[in-house]
């Protein structure tokens, strides 16, 4: 795969990125604006998405086979779920701030970059593995994800019912049981998540622009979550996949694409929500995603 291929797609996802902090800076967003983009993104369009990455179930794999992609993902979020667990320990730093060091280790960007870089990497065929091994995601993004970034005082079980998760929930029905939506259904969710990702890169980009952007790289511990996120994840998860011998061989490259991706867009949203350490969350988004430019197609070449 080239790496020029992968950079360039990286590339467009960083352009989204510096049109929202150009944005904030002529001040068509930031404050109350982007608070409620982040509403619209988690129960509006977000949702559609997540039914639309699997609108077309007539094209899926068989049963047996999403069956072997879901194995590869108990080991995909086991292995993050245990690194979450310890890395904080390991960094340290406020309670808010090992929110944002457990959701990074715990999710990366899986659908807005991964799915492009997917198909960049290995074709239109692999981009079913990708949205079945995305499915886990989008269910513990969406719960647990609140949990890590606001802490046990301001989680509510009603979180738990939230648009993302029904739609979750949906999309997990639609695979299993090879559910055939009508195509105008796949349409019309598409049509509308479509928007997700360039809107959700925009609030980032807002968020950064507010934000002394010399202090991202000053910090040692954005640098060495970085780094665990964007190498060590992945090297780890290869490894594990290697000596399990996965069959087709295909799923264990796109798993390790996806452990490769930055830090997922959609901490910054929850962050916002729910009372995160929205800072902190927007400056490891952007480094990781900055320095994802060149890891991820080091690590597609190394495939």
């Not at 982040?38 to 998405?49: D, G």
């Not at 290869?238 to 991706?261: D, Q, T």
Request: net charge neutral; aromatic share 8%.
């Amino acid at each position: 795969m080239s790496f020029f291929a992968v950079l360039k797609e990286m590339l467009v996802i960083l352009f989204g990125i510096a049109m929202g902090y150009l944005a904030r800076r002529l001040g068509y967003l930031g404050g109350e604006t982007d608070q409620r983009l982040s509403k619209i993104i988690l129960n509006i369009t977000m949702p559609c998405l997540i039914v639309a990455s699997v609108a077309t179930g007539d094209t899926l794999p068989g049963a047996a086979e999403i069956l072997a992609v879901l194995k590869v993902a108990v080991v995909f979020y086991g292995i993050e779920l245990l690194v979450a667990a310890v890395a904080p320990r390991l960094l340290g730093g406020t309670d808010k701030q090992k929110g944002v060091w457990r959701y990074t280790a715990m999710f990366p960007n899986v659908g807005f970059i991964g799915y492009p870089v997917t198909v960049a990497i290995f074709g239109p065929e692999a981009l079913f593995y990708a949205v079945i091994l995305a499915l886990p995601f989008n269910l513990l993004s969406f719960s647990l994800g609140p949990l890590m970034l606001a802490g046990r005082a301001k989680f509510r079980w009603q979180q738990l019912i939230s648009p993302c998760i029904l739609a979750s929930l949906a999309a997990l029905v639609v695979v299993l049981g090879h559910v055939s939506l009508p195509a105008i259904v796949g349409e019309c969710v598409e049509f509308v998540g479509s928007i997700t990702i360039p809107l959700s890169l925009l609030v980032v980009g807002s968020l950064l622009a507010g934000l002394p952007i010399g202090r991202v790289f000053a910090s040692p511990r954005l640098w060495a979550l970085t780094a665990l996120r964007l190498l060590g994840l992945p090297a780890l998860l290869w490894a594990v996949l290697g000596w399990m011998h996965v069959e087709p061989p295909v799923v264990a490259g796109v798993a390790v694409i996806l452990m490769a991706m930055p830090a997922a867009v959609n901490g910054s949203m929850l962050s916002m929500e729910y009372g995160g350490d929205t800072e902190c969350m927007a400056q490891i988004t952007f480094l990781t995603t900055l320095i994802s430019i060149i890891t991820i197609p080091v690590v597609s070449v190394l495939l």
